[in-house]
């Protein structure tokens, strides 16, 4: 099959628009695009399928100009040095001078650029970082092959192709296997057949390099990876491994499947006992601890004052919650175990499970309110006090009632675990429970603040549980995984739920190193400022 690319139609400008600058003429370019776009829904009745695809093709013109346009400014933007240099007069202020340092396109890459750029069209780091990787490869690699793309006819994918094989090309290979590609057509070729073209002609002309370039391709390409299924209660496991060794995985999975489908009694389809047979074998020998953690409306009184300095909240009563509701989601008589059968370590069921669950909740909202009271101690007596803790079976008398519910779980970056599996884990499994106390109404989880420069576990646990993952603008990578970090500096801030945040460490270092500056009000709201004075919000747990 031969692909015919159709040039697009030569513009002629008029003297004015010939001094306009590039942003003039994009500003004008977008003008025109939405006058057209206007228009598309309802003047196709009188075109011919030959009209309908001319538009197609011009369309997809503006796009590779579009593409070639952003990748130039992308380089050139990279190239702008940011740099806080001590002043050269001792002892004056201010201590550190900034400068900005303009590089040629290429030369230099600042390190934080690609979160401007993120922040600024909301795309993820990897996005922004593979983006800026293709403007500066195809600008620096294939410069003819990107006015090629800026004249339209060249799709942009084509000319990302034969820059990645010629990464790391002495320059007069890059050179020659551009000049092949050029006499060939490219506009006709599909991205495939040129990636291949330029495989054989790197291999020809650098053989050792071109060896060296594909072991560098497979070692990075390897790796294992999980995201959410577009269905929730599910999730898409992908690995990317040696061929060799996924003919052996495989091999296995489907061998033990195959077992299992034949003395299934449950009617699982093979594919079905494939994902079975890949858990089995991934899980043998290793254990999985699972932790619940209960969140717990409280409420304060209507005269009691916001949130008090520490993180501790002034005047709050910290109320059990209704322990029928809190267990209503777990099925007595569904539980059909044997408690005592050897190597089970579970909670022993529903009776455990309330009794520890209201021993655990008792001994939080004791220490809770007990902090709250030692607060008012030598001044006013609290408005409310605490409710006393002497029934754990229902909430005193004239308060609220307050449902700690069993609902589905997200597990961001994974997928959405239903309510009805953790009821079973919660039946079955063995359990850490815990709790989290959050203000009824706001949703923001109250606790007390440490002194120290290291919260404690309760503090650490408090943010992990608010922040849920990083709290710098797009960046969803795991709590867990992440700082704690101060807001304000240590000692100038203090240790606590409103100036700690979960900072994976990447945008850590862009706190601290790359001009990126935040700050959080009490319930745990962060912004944002940029090097170049943009302003991004994020919210706990968005």
Known sequence: MTLTATAPTPVTLSPGVQDASVAELLGAAAGL??????????????????????????????????????????????AIEHRDDPNPIEGAYPLLIHRVIRHAPGSFVDEWFALETGT???????????????????????????????????????ACAVA???????????????DRILADDPEGMTAVRLRAKARRLRARLDPVGADRAARARR??????????????????LTAVLPTLEAAKLMAAVDELARELHQVTTTNKTLPQCRVDALTDLV?????????????????APETAPAIAEDAGVAGLSFEEPDWDDLVDGFDEASVDYDWHEPGLTPINGLDQLDEELRALIAEELEDLNASV???????DPPQTGPPEVDSMMSPPTGH??????IGDVLLPRVGVIPAAVITELAQVLGVKLTR??????????????DRSYRPGARLARFVKTRDQHCRFPGCTRLATLSDIDHVIRYPDGDTAADNLQCLCRHHHRAKHEGGWHVTMTPEGICTWTSPAGHTYETNPGD
């Open 283 to 299: 899980l043998t020998g290793v254990g999985v601890d699972t932790q619940l953690t209960f969140t717990i409306p409280v409420t």
């Open 436 to 449: 989290a106390l959050t203000d009824a109404t706001t949703g923001t989880v109250v606790e007390t603040a």
């Open 33 to 78: 695009l939405q006058a057209a776009y206007a228009r598309v829904a309802g003047d196709y009745a009188g075109l011919s399928e030959e009209d309908l695809m001319g538009d197609i093709v011009a369309a997809q013109h503006v796009q590779n100009s579009a593409w070639a346009i952003q990748s130039h400014r992308l380089t050139q933007a990279a």
């Open 120 to 158: 600024r069209l909301g795309w993820s780091d990897r996005q922004s970082n593979t983006r800026l990787g293709e403007a500066l490869d195809t600008v620096e690699r294939c410069p003819r092959l990107v006015d090629r793309v800026g004249s339209g006819t060249l799709d942009p994918g084509k």
């Open 373 to 379: 009271g030692n607060e008012h101690a030598d001044g």
């Open 219 to 236: 070692r990075s390409q390897v790796g294992v990876w999980v995201s959410p299924h577009h269905e929730p209660g599910l999730s898409q």
């Open 164 to 178: 990645q094989v010629t990464t790391e090309a002495p320059d007069h290979v890059a050179r020659q296997i551009e």
């Open 400 to 405: 609220a009632r307050h449902v700690a519910g």
